[in-house]
């Protein structure tokens, strides 16, 4: 059975039983206890494969919301946002002009950090300019890896990387185009969330078998 198939069957498992998961099905070490919307990210995002260009914008501009802080810290602010950010339409984020940035910055419900608010416009102008020289950011992204997810089976934390030579290169190429909050850590997490690389725990109940 492909990873793809054994992932998707995982997930429809997760997503129809009338009983979820007990709070003690093994997870990935680095969830914390107590968090039922961290979990759900767990068990239903992070290291799926993505494909979708309004999605892989979407959390490159939380990952890299994410720098110095916790993911959770963002997760709980990912509705604030999509509200703030017309729901990580790239076009639109693209013509946002100083004003409506700087209404974002005192009322909206995300970080506000100045620097990281007003890199989401440049970020969106990069990001529809890969679009429009390899037909999708999609088939831009999914270069750095071959075209199929990394499976790596750490059998600890200590063993997950912070970065790698994909990463790095991507974050390098992706600096060259224009983008800001891309440096190689972030841009790692960026891989892991987005299914390129799958860095699920050997003993969490989504590692690939």
Partial sequence: MSFALQRE????HIMTKD????????RCAWLPAGKPDYTHYHDTEWGVPVHDDRLLFEMLILEGAQAGLSWYTILKRREGYRTAFAHFDPVLCAALDD???????????????????????KNARAFL????????????L????????????????KAIPASTPESDALSKDLKKRGMSFVGSTIIYAYM???????DHLHDCFLAPR
């Fill in 9 to 12: 069957r995982a997930i429809h």
């Fill in 19 to 26: 009983i979820p998961p007990s709070s003690d099905t093994a």
């Fill in 99 to 121: 004003d409506a940035l700087e209404r974002i910055l005192v009322s909206g419900d995300i970080i506000r950090n100045r620097l990281k608010v007003f890199s989401v416009r």
């Fill in 129 to 140: 300019a890969i679009q429009q020289e390899f037909g999708s950011f999609d088939a831009y």
């Fill in 142 to 157: 999914w270069r750095f890896v071959g075209g199929v997810p990394k499976v790596n089976r750490p059998r600890t934390l």
């Fill in 192 to 198: 892991q969330a987005v299914g390129l690389v799958n």
